[in-house]
Protein backbone atom coordinates (compact mmCIF):
# COMPACT_ATOMS: atom_id res chain seq x y z
CA UNK A 1 0.00 0.00 0.00
CA UNK A 2 1.50 3.45 -0.64
CA UNK A 3 1.82 5.65 2.36
CA UNK A 4 -0.93 7.54 3.79
CA UNK A 5 -1.21 10.88 2.95
CA UNK A 6 -2.60 12.91 5.71
CA UNK A 7 -3.51 16.03 3.33
CA UNK A 8 -3.94 16.12 -0.37
CA UNK A 9 -2.57 20.59 -0.19
CA UNK A 10 -0.76 22.64 2.26
CA UNK A 11 -4.09 23.49 4.69
CA UNK A 12 -4.42 27.54 4.95
CA UNK A 13 -3.33 28.79 8.77
CA UNK A 14 -5.48 32.02 7.93
CA UNK A 15 -8.53 30.99 6.91
CA UNK A 16 -8.10 27.94 9.59
CA UNK A 17 -7.86 30.79 12.29
CA UNK A 18 -10.83 32.75 10.76
CA UNK A 19 -13.20 29.87 11.35
CA UNK A 20 -11.48 29.36 15.16
CA UNK A 21 -12.16 32.59 15.69
CA UNK A 22 -15.61 32.71 14.25
CA UNK A 23 -16.80 29.46 16.13
CA UNK A 24 -15.34 30.47 19.47
CA UNK A 25 -17.37 33.36 18.96
CA UNK A 26 -20.74 31.34 18.38
CA UNK A 27 -19.61 29.03 21.23
CA UNK A 28 -19.17 31.73 23.89
CA UNK A 29 -22.63 33.36 22.47
CA UNK A 30 -24.08 30.35 22.45
CA UNK A 31 -22.87 29.44 26.22
CA UNK A 32 -24.21 32.81 27.12
CA UNK A 33 -27.87 32.24 25.74
CA UNK A 34 -27.43 28.60 27.32
CA UNK A 35 -26.82 29.95 30.83
CA UNK A 36 -29.06 33.00 30.70
CA UNK A 37 -32.30 31.56 29.13
CA UNK A 38 -31.90 28.07 30.81
CA UNK A 39 -32.52 26.46 26.97
CA UNK A 40 -30.53 23.10 28.08
CA UNK A 41 -31.94 21.38 24.56
CA UNK A 42 -29.28 23.14 23.22
CA UNK A 43 -26.59 22.02 24.97
CA UNK A 44 -25.84 19.67 22.10
CA UNK A 45 -25.71 22.85 19.95
CA UNK A 46 -23.12 23.99 22.10
CA UNK A 47 -21.14 21.20 21.82
CA UNK A 48 -21.27 20.98 18.23
CA UNK A 49 -20.06 24.87 18.14
CA UNK A 50 -17.01 24.14 20.67
CA UNK A 51 -16.18 20.86 18.54
CA UNK A 52 -15.98 22.91 15.02
CA UNK A 53 -13.63 25.36 17.21
CA UNK A 54 -11.48 22.73 18.80
CA UNK A 55 -11.23 21.16 14.96
CA UNK A 56 -10.18 24.36 13.41
CA UNK A 57 -7.60 24.28 15.97
CA UNK A 58 -6.44 21.41 14.26
CA UNK A 59 -6.14 22.35 11.08
CA UNK A 60 -4.06 25.90 12.50
CA UNK A 61 -1.76 23.28 14.07
CA UNK A 62 -1.73 21.56 10.67
CA UNK A 63 -1.08 24.30 8.65
CA UNK A 64 1.73 25.32 10.89
CA UNK A 65 3.48 21.88 10.58
CA UNK A 66 3.37 21.73 7.11
CA UNK A 67 4.98 19.30 5.68
CA UNK A 68 5.57 17.41 8.61
CA UNK A 69 2.26 16.57 9.87
CA UNK A 70 1.61 14.95 12.95
CA UNK A 71 -1.64 12.56 13.62
CA UNK A 72 -3.48 14.28 16.21
CA UNK A 73 -4.24 17.46 15.04
CA UNK A 74 -4.99 15.74 11.73
CA UNK A 75 -7.35 13.46 13.66
CA UNK A 76 -8.93 16.39 15.73
CA UNK A 77 -9.61 18.26 12.60
CA UNK A 78 -11.19 15.46 10.76
CA UNK A 79 -13.12 13.82 13.93
CA UNK A 80 -14.61 16.92 14.74
CA UNK A 81 -15.70 18.90 11.74
CA UNK A 82 -17.14 15.82 10.65
CA UNK A 83 -19.30 15.08 13.58
CA UNK A 84 -20.19 19.07 14.65
CA UNK A 85 -22.96 19.22 12.43
CA UNK A 86 -24.73 16.04 14.04
CA UNK A 87 -25.28 17.68 17.30
CA UNK A 88 -26.14 21.21 15.89
CA UNK A 89 -28.65 18.79 13.92
CA UNK A 90 -30.08 17.47 17.53
CA UNK A 91 -31.06 20.97 18.84
CA UNK A 92 -32.66 21.86 15.77
CA UNK A 93 -34.98 19.05 15.68
CA UNK A 94 -35.97 19.60 19.25
CA UNK A 95 -36.81 23.43 18.38
CA UNK A 96 -39.07 22.06 15.65
CA UNK A 97 -41.45 19.87 18.16
CA UNK A 98 -41.28 22.26 20.85
CA UNK A 99 -42.78 25.16 18.19
CA UNK A 100 -45.44 22.45 17.50
CA UNK A 101 -46.36 22.16 20.71
CA UNK A 102 -46.09 25.80 21.08
CA UNK A 103 -48.79 26.27 18.55
CA UNK A 104 -50.89 23.40 20.27
CA UNK A 105 -50.86 22.33 16.33
CA UNK A 106 -49.81 18.19 17.27
CA UNK A 107 -52.48 17.13 14.58
CA UNK A 108 -50.92 18.94 12.35
CA UNK A 109 -47.37 17.08 12.69
CA UNK A 110 -46.77 13.73 10.40
CA UNK A 111 -45.34 12.20 13.31
CA UNK A 112 -46.75 12.48 17.19
CA UNK A 113 -45.42 15.14 18.42
CA UNK A 114 -44.72 12.83 21.89
CA UNK A 115 -42.13 10.77 19.94
CA UNK A 116 -41.00 13.38 17.23
CA UNK A 117 -37.77 14.51 18.94
CA UNK A 118 -37.01 10.72 20.30
CA UNK A 119 -37.07 9.82 16.26
CA UNK A 120 -35.04 12.51 14.92
CA UNK A 121 -32.47 11.80 17.97
CA UNK A 122 -32.25 8.29 17.47
CA UNK A 123 -31.00 9.22 14.11
CA UNK A 124 -28.43 11.17 14.88
CA UNK A 125 -27.31 8.99 17.39
CA UNK A 126 -27.01 6.41 14.73
CA UNK A 127 -25.38 8.68 12.32
CA UNK A 128 -22.76 9.80 15.02
CA UNK A 129 -21.85 6.60 16.11
CA UNK A 130 -21.67 5.16 12.56
CA UNK A 131 -19.47 8.66 11.57
CA UNK A 132 -17.09 8.65 14.65
CA UNK A 133 -16.98 4.75 14.12
CA UNK A 134 -15.56 5.15 10.60
CA UNK A 135 -13.43 8.52 11.40
CA UNK A 136 -11.90 6.23 14.11
CA UNK A 137 -11.05 3.28 11.68
CA UNK A 138 -10.18 5.74 8.87
CA UNK A 139 -7.90 7.31 11.38
CA UNK A 140 -5.81 4.64 12.42
CA UNK A 141 -6.49 2.74 9.08
CA UNK A 142 -2.75 0.91 8.26
CA UNK A 143 -4.14 -0.81 5.28
CA UNK A 144 -5.89 -0.12 2.15
CA UNK A 145 -8.70 -2.07 3.03
CA UNK A 146 -9.03 -0.28 6.61
CA UNK A 147 -9.10 3.34 4.73
CA UNK A 148 -11.93 1.43 2.53
CA UNK A 149 -13.60 0.55 5.40
CA UNK A 150 -13.91 3.46 7.28
CA UNK A 151 -14.78 5.49 4.60
CA UNK A 152 -18.17 2.93 3.86
CA UNK A 153 -18.57 3.78 7.18
CA UNK A 154 -18.71 6.94 7.30
CA UNK A 155 -20.39 7.70 4.12
CA UNK A 156 -23.55 5.67 5.95
CA UNK A 157 -23.57 7.91 8.40
CA UNK A 158 -23.83 10.78 6.48
CA UNK A 159 -26.57 9.23 4.59
CA UNK A 160 -28.23 8.31 7.58
CA UNK A 161 -28.17 11.85 8.42
CA UNK A 162 -29.13 13.21 4.54
CA UNK A 163 -32.41 10.92 5.31
CA UNK A 164 -33.43 11.82 8.63
CA UNK A 165 -33.00 15.45 7.83
CA UNK A 166 -34.56 15.13 4.74
CA UNK A 167 -37.72 13.76 6.16
CA UNK A 168 -37.55 16.34 9.04
CA UNK A 169 -37.67 19.23 6.54
CA UNK A 170 -41.00 17.43 4.80
CA UNK A 171 -42.47 17.50 8.52
CA UNK A 172 -41.57 21.19 8.50
CA UNK A 173 -43.05 21.61 5.13
CA UNK A 174 -46.28 19.88 5.82
CA UNK A 175 -46.69 21.68 9.18
CA UNK A 176 -45.61 24.72 8.10
CA UNK A 177 -48.38 24.31 5.13
CA UNK A 178 -50.88 23.60 7.73
CA UNK A 179 -50.61 25.50 10.16
CA UNK A 180 -50.91 28.77 7.39
CA UNK A 181 -53.46 27.39 5.50
CA UNK A 182 -55.89 26.81 9.18
CA UNK A 183 -54.48 28.58 11.97
CA UNK A 184 -54.32 27.39 15.43
CA UNK A 185 -56.41 30.17 17.64
CA UNK A 186 -52.84 29.89 19.89
CA UNK A 187 -50.89 30.33 16.87
CA UNK A 188 -52.95 33.62 16.21
CA UNK A 189 -52.95 35.19 19.59
CA UNK A 190 -49.15 34.40 20.34
CA UNK A 191 -46.97 37.64 20.43
CA UNK A 192 -43.73 35.64 19.23
CA UNK A 193 -42.25 35.69 16.06
CA UNK A 194 -43.12 31.61 14.71
CA UNK A 195 -43.59 32.42 11.57
CA UNK A 196 -39.93 33.92 11.14
CA UNK A 197 -38.70 30.83 12.83
CA UNK A 198 -39.89 28.43 10.70
CA UNK A 199 -37.97 30.45 7.59
CA UNK A 200 -35.11 30.43 9.88
CA UNK A 201 -35.33 26.55 10.23
CA UNK A 202 -35.84 26.54 6.57
CA UNK A 203 -32.72 28.22 5.76
CA UNK A 204 -30.36 25.93 8.25
CA UNK A 205 -31.78 23.40 7.37
CA UNK A 206 -30.67 23.84 3.54
CA UNK A 207 -27.42 24.70 4.78
CA UNK A 208 -26.64 21.25 6.77
CA UNK A 209 -28.15 19.32 3.53
CA UNK A 210 -25.93 20.79 1.16
CA UNK A 211 -23.15 20.31 3.59
CA UNK A 212 -24.08 16.84 4.09
CA UNK A 213 -24.39 16.08 0.35
CA UNK A 214 -21.17 17.81 -0.02
CA UNK A 215 -19.35 15.62 2.81
CA UNK A 216 -21.13 12.35 1.09
CA UNK A 217 -19.52 13.27 -2.37
CA UNK A 218 -16.23 14.12 -1.29
CA UNK A 219 -16.13 10.43 1.14
CA UNK A 220 -17.34 8.79 -2.19
CA UNK A 221 -14.73 10.37 -4.86
CA UNK A 222 -11.62 9.71 -1.87
CA UNK A 223 -8.14 10.84 -2.00
CA UNK A 224 -8.13 11.38 -5.66
CA UNK A 225 -10.95 13.07 -5.99
CA UNK A 226 -11.22 17.16 -6.67
CA UNK A 227 -13.00 17.40 -3.05
CA UNK A 228 -10.27 16.10 -1.36
CA UNK A 229 -7.47 17.86 -3.41
CA UNK A 230 -8.66 21.23 -2.99
CA UNK A 231 -9.49 23.25 0.34
CA UNK A 232 -11.26 25.37 -1.09
CA UNK A 233 -14.46 23.60 -1.46
CA UNK A 234 -13.93 22.50 2.63
CA UNK A 235 -14.63 25.99 3.42
CA UNK A 236 -17.11 26.95 0.98
CA UNK A 237 -19.37 23.55 1.46
CA UNK A 238 -18.55 22.80 5.17
CA UNK A 239 -17.18 25.95 7.53
CA UNK A 240 -19.06 28.68 6.12
CA UNK A 241 -22.25 27.08 5.87
CA UNK A 242 -22.20 25.41 9.54
CA UNK A 243 -20.85 28.84 10.77
CA UNK A 244 -24.34 30.18 8.83
CA UNK A 245 -25.98 27.58 10.48
CA UNK A 246 -24.43 28.78 14.07
CA UNK A 247 -24.72 32.23 13.53
CA UNK A 248 -28.11 32.38 12.27
CA UNK A 249 -29.24 30.61 15.62
CA UNK A 250 -27.54 32.65 17.63
CA UNK A 251 -29.52 36.08 16.41
CA UNK A 252 -32.40 34.30 16.20
CA UNK A 253 -32.47 32.20 19.33
CA UNK A 254 -34.91 30.25 20.33
CA UNK A 255 -35.31 31.67 23.45
CA UNK A 256 -37.35 34.40 21.68
CA UNK A 257 -39.98 31.99 21.24
CA UNK A 258 -40.21 31.34 25.11
CA UNK A 259 -39.61 27.60 25.17
CA UNK A 260 -39.09 26.15 29.03
CA UNK A 261 -35.89 24.47 28.79
CA UNK A 262 -36.33 21.30 30.01
CA UNK A 263 -38.06 18.22 28.73
CA UNK A 264 -36.78 17.12 25.11
CA UNK A 265 -32.61 17.25 26.55
CA UNK A 266 -33.85 14.70 28.73
CA UNK A 267 -35.37 12.43 25.96
CA UNK A 268 -31.70 13.32 24.35
CA UNK A 269 -30.26 11.79 26.97
CA UNK A 270 -31.84 8.85 27.34
CA UNK A 271 -31.77 7.94 23.63
CA UNK A 272 -28.32 8.41 23.90
CA UNK A 273 -28.08 6.27 27.03
CA UNK A 274 -29.89 3.91 25.33
CA UNK A 275 -27.48 3.38 22.48
CA UNK A 276 -24.25 2.80 24.43
CA UNK A 277 -25.92 0.51 26.88
CA UNK A 278 -26.58 -1.57 23.55
CA UNK A 279 -22.88 -1.04 22.14
CA UNK A 280 -21.75 -1.94 25.35
CA UNK A 281 -24.04 -4.83 26.11
Not at 90 to 109: K, P, T
Not at 158 to 187: D, E, K, N, W, Y
Not at 213 to 223: D, W
Request: charged share 15%; aromatic share 14%.
Amino acid sequence: MSEFKLYHYDPSFVAALIFVVLFAASSLGHLYQLLRFRTWYFIPFFIGCAFETVGYVGRAISAKQTPDWTLLPYVMQSLLLLLGPTLLAASIYMVLARLIMLLEASSYSLINTKILTKVFVLGDVISFLAQSGGGGILANAKTSSDQEKGRNIIIVGLLVQIIFFGSFIIILHVFHRRIIAQPTQRSLSLMVPWKRFIMVLYVISAFIMVRSAYRVLEYITGTDGKLQSNEAYLYIFDASLVCLTTVLLLIFHPNQLGFPGKGDFESLHDVYAENISLRTA
